[in-house]
């Protein structure tokens, strides 16, 4: 099993920056992918951002220019630094890892517990 902590939430002014982290633990033998996701009231779960095995990253539209995916892999951490907050970026912000237990099992998915980001205009 793994288990995934997220941290680094909370209430933040228009304009302002948070960081938020996320530590994967347990039974990984590799990595494929970490991201963030992230859901509003009434809204579907979107993809966020993403960072992939070979360094490469995705991000939604509506975020570019202003969030950075990073990842230490040393850490099995991911970090999201958002920049230039808008209310519209205010849910709650799921990280996902992407990881194998072993050489021959396939990736799972496992997700951490959810922390709020809260922009006020």
């Given amino acids: 099993?793994?288990?995934?902590?997220?941290?680094?939430?909370g209430?933040?002014?228009a304009g302002g920056s948070l960081r938020l982290s996320c530590a994967a633990s347990g039974s990984?033998?590799?990595?494929?992918?970490?991201?963030?996701?992230?859901?509003?009231?009434?809204?579907?779960?979107?993809?966020?951002?993403a960072v992939f095995s070979g360094g490469s990253t995705k991000y939604a539209?509506?975020?570019?220019g202003r969030f950075t995916v990073s990842r230490d892999n040393a850490k099995?951490?991911?970090?999201?630094?958002?920049?230039s907050l808008k209310p519209e970026d205010t849910a709650v912000y799921y990280c996902n890892v992407f990881s194998a237990s072993t050489a021959w099992a396939p990736?799972?998915?496992?997700?951490?517990?959810g922390t709020q980001v809260t922009v006020s205009s």
């Avoid at 990984?28 to 951002?49: C, D, H, T």
């Avoid at 539209?61 to 570019?64: F, H, P, Q, W």
């Avoid at 099995?76 to 920049?83: C, E, I, K, P, R």
């Avoid at 990736?107 to 517990?113: A, E, H, K, L, V």
Wanted: charged fraction near 15%; avoid cysteine.
């Fill in 61 to 64: 539209d509506s975020v570019k």
């Fill in 107 to 113: 990736p799972d998915n496992y997700w951490g517990q």
């Fill in 28 to 49: 990984i033998f590799s990595i494929n992918a970490m991201g963030w996701y992230r859901q509003a009231p009434g809204k579907q779960r979107e993809l966020v951002a």
């Fill in 76 to 83: 099995n951490t991911v970090y999201l630094h958002m920049n």
């Fill in 1 to 9: 099993q793994v288990q995934v902590v997220e941290s680094g939430g």
């Fill in 11 to 13: 209430l933040v002014q």
